[in-house]
């Protein structure tokens, strides 16, 4: 079969690789669709190597049908799927535990499919495990335009909660406000602690943390959980603990990644039986940037590295 390798100089080359040999009761997925995210671009410089027992590809999630499955698997082969991956979805084929995937939600193409299962994955894990959001409730989300933006957004609005967000631009202003986001602040032009002081959040989801952490957690409401997913601004922050401690507030760290296959599946079939429908009733819906084929992810890279995309760019092998 084919994969995306990476090359001694960073290049990106499709070409013959070795095909996954399935362990245990693993199914193996022929691979439709696979979603670009920005750990791609991690993994491709060498920053973000691969868990064990997963290729050394990149792809963190993809939408395929099942090619071979053991005979008591919930699968079947010729089943639809999407699925989220410790690597391996820039291929032909990829070899995954049962678990971690779930049936296509339906109505929704490969393409669009692909596109959902780390980021709602990702949203799932910190707005209700680590968070426990509830209806009623206000959240706060860094980035709103990003894909994980954009998957928070609707699955906090599903979920009953008001939301704040935080974006760069009029253009990205307005895309977030057709995904339903109640309070948007352009960080260009306004002050994210001033903002969240006239409006005191329970939750917040954040990629961003940086020196401006502190003063944010400064107006969150008594046992409020800010909840930090990567500090694109920064690792250091001064937080006052007098006011922390007082207000009841929970700093949680959580990534997705490191956690065990029973819990990635856990959340897949939560997404499965609670999301899925409403991407089928048209209440949610797959934002796609650009949909290129597998052997243009050089251009696919490009466009995540420039900041182009509102939305998921998705690599199509079929």
Request: proline residues 6%.
């Amino acid at each position: 079969m084919r994969a995306i390798v990476v090359n001694a100089d960073q290049s990106l080359s499709w070409r013959e690789v070795a095909p996954p040999e399935p362990k245990d009761s693993q199914i193996v997925i022929e691979v439709h669709a696979s979603a670009v995210n920005r750990a791609d671009l991690m993994q491709r410089a060498g920053n973000y190597p691969p868990p064990p027992d997963w290729p050394q590809w990149m792809g963190l999630e993809a939408a395929g049908v099942v090619k071979s499955a053991p005979p008591d698997s919930r699968w079947q082969p010729g089943d639809q799927v999407c699925a989220l991956l410790g690597g391996g979805g820039y291929a032909e084929q990829v070899a995954l535990p049962p678990e971690l995937a779930c049936a296509l939600p339906k109505g929704l193409r490969m393409q669009e499919a692909a596109s959902l299962p780390e980021a709602y994955a990702t949203a799932w894990l910190n707005l209700r495990i680590e968070a426990e959001l509830q209806a009623g409730e206000t959240v706060f989300i860094q980035a709103g335009a990003s894909g994980l933006g954009i998957a928070a957004i609707q699955l906090a609005k599903l979920l009953g909660a008001k939301v704040i967000t935080s974006v760069g631009g009029a253009h990205k202003t307005e895309f977030v406000q057709a995904l339903g986001a109640d309070v948007i602040i352009d960080h260009h032009k306004q002050s994210i602690a001033e903002v969240l002081a006239e409006n005191p959040v329970d939750v917040a989801l954040d990629c961003v943390a940086g020196p401006q952490l502190g003063e944010c957690l400064k107006s969150m409401k008594h046992n409020g959980r800010w909840v930090i997913i990567a500090t694109l601004g920064g690792a250091i922050s001064e937080i006052n603990m007098n006011e922390f401690f007082r207000r009841g507030t929970r700093l949680i760290g959580s990534t997705l990644r490191s956690r065990s296959n029973a819990l990635k599946g856990e959340i897949m079939a939560a997404l499965e039986k609670q999301v899925w429908p409403a991407f089928s009733e048209g209440r949610l819906k797959p934002c796609l940037h650009a949909v290129l084929p597998i052997s243009e992810a050089e251009q696919a890279h490009d466009i995540l590295q420039r900041r182009q995309n509102l939305g998921k760019v998705v690599l199509t092998v079929k």
